[in-house]
């Protein structure tokens, strides 16, 4: 495909990540042999608000690796990051699995945040392949740490959401440890300040809506 074609391309699966409930992975859903809680009102409507967010974090992580698969230099990193976002996938569809279980739906947001890590994506990766891989190995670092916060604030009985969320944080520490040793430059403070501010703003607004 010439440049074109593969905006195109990557719009019509930008579409299809944060609108369409995808669900479709290669490892088994982790919550798909526990059995379902009888959680209280607060208990269900908190999981639910966080698996919103952690949703909207796989579209945005979609985004992400996609838009660094665009402009990658080499075609080993363009590989990493097709099969990256390929693992991130399986994420994707367990978090609107986990949504359509608790009743409640995606955020109106992700078209948004997909749009917005897409061009960040496409940037790091202009940048060079050492930078698009620390702002991976960055990106999976900062992830890590939200999802160890939500952990904590799940309820104990929500047994199926807490499946879900460590096999997350396993692959997303293994991700960022991968983007490491494949090179990845360390970004300077100021960046990893502004990518964590950004972050924030995702959780707060896609908690709500």
């Given amino acids: 495909m ?36 009888n959680l209280n009102e607060f208990d269900r409507n908190n999981s639910a608000n966080l698996m919103r967010v952690n949703h909207s974090g796989e579209v945005a992580a979609q985004g992400l690796y996609r838009g660094q698969a665009l402009t990658a230099r080499l075609e080993g990193t363009r590989e990493k990051m097709d099969h990256a976002a390929l693992e991130e996938l399986d994420h994707l569809s367990w978090c609107n699995k986990r949504l359509e279980e608790l009743n409640d739906k995606p955020s109106l947001l992700n078209p948004l945040w997909y749009g917005l890590s897409f061009g ?16 991976v190995h960055e990106t999976e670092e900062q992830v890590v740490i939200h999802l160890e916060e939500h952990l904590e604030k799940l309820s104990s009985e929500d047994k199926k959401t807490i499946a879900i969320l460590e096999q997350m944080r396993i692959d997303e520490a293994q991700h960022s440890e991968e983007a490491l040793e494949s090179g990845a430059e360390i970004l300077p403070e100021g960046v990893k300040k502004i990518m964590s501010l950004i972050a924030k703003v995702m959780t707060k607004s896609s908690y709500y809506i």
């Fill in 2 to 37: 010439n440049f074109v074609d593969q905006i195109i391309s990557e719009i019509d699966k930008g579409i299809k990540f944060s609108l369409d409930n995808y669900q479709k992975e290669n490892r088994r859903y982790p919550a798909s042999n526990i059995q379902e809680d």
């Fill in 120 to 135: 960040m994506g496409a940037i790091a990766g202009a940048a060079g392949d050492k930078w698009s891989l620390g702002f």
